[in-house]
């Protein structure tokens, strides 16, 4: 159980698209869900926190206009990365906490290119 | 600022040979400290929670152990499999992870 699934797995864009990645929670209620971002070789670093139904908290120094967090419903958030740059390449991963108190669940993280 | 260090960077075994990785910490208001494995390109695999010193769990091969100031990760009899980075976190009211130990265990 407590299965968090990240969609998609690779995904290379131009400069200045925008690009969508999906984090959904299976089988359990996810209210609050995280995004990091990970350098080669690097730790987690958190970006925002995500709570259903209202806006996201960001972590300072993370550009809200350019990363666009949503969390239309108990299993479902979204980043969006607005006008990506190659700058922005980088592995993404979302966590939820499934309230089992055996931690956080993540997903199996998307690694984005921008080229 | 709250702070997690984990020793070392990397670590070269040879199957069967047993060792300790650390996780340090200087955070106000611990609510719980977790490992996790965290294998290329994917997100991290959880393995453990702790949330006082004193407090042991073991998983297989794997025991983590937790103090006042750092955590330790014990692999007992490693096999080439057990080779990935291992990840600490604390919670407070947040996740704040270390920078992983990458083991490479070896036949």
């Known amino acids: 159980g407590a299965v968090v699934s990240q969609h998609p797995s690779r995904v290379i864009c131009k400069s200045g698209t925008s690009v969508k990645i999906e984090c959904r929670s299976l089988d359990f209620q996810a209210t609050t869900m995280f995004w990091y971002r990970q350098f080669p070789k690097k730790s987690l670093m958190l970006m925002a926190t995500s709570n259903e139904g209202s806006k996201a908290t960001y972590e300072q120094g993370v550009e809200k206009d350019k990363f666009l967090i949503n969390h239309a419903s108990l299993t479902l958030s979204t980043l969006t990365v607005t006008s990506a740059h190659p700058e922005d390449s980088s592995f993404y991963i979302c966590?939820?906490?499934?309230?089992?108190?055996?931690?956080?669940?993540f997903g199996s993280g998307t690694r984005l290119t921008v080229v | 600022e709250d702070q997690v260090t984990q020793s070392p960077e990397a670590l070269r075994l040879q199957e069967g040979e047993s060792s300790s990785l650390n996780c340090s910490y200087t955070v106000s208001g611990l609510r719980g400290l977790f490992w996790y494995r965290q294998d290329p390109g994917k997100g991290p695999e959880f393995l453990f929670t702790l949330y006082s010193a004193g407090e042991e769990k073991e998983k297989e091969r794997l025991k983590a152990t937790l103090t006042k100031k750092e955590s330790f990760l014990h692999i007992t009899a490693p096999k080439p499999e057990d080779s990935a980075t291992y990840l600490c976190a604390v919670y407070t009211d947040k996740l704040i992870f270390g920078t992983g130990t990458r083991l490479q265990v070896f036949p």
């Open positions: 966590s939820a906490d499934t309230g089992t108190g055996y931690g956080y669940t």
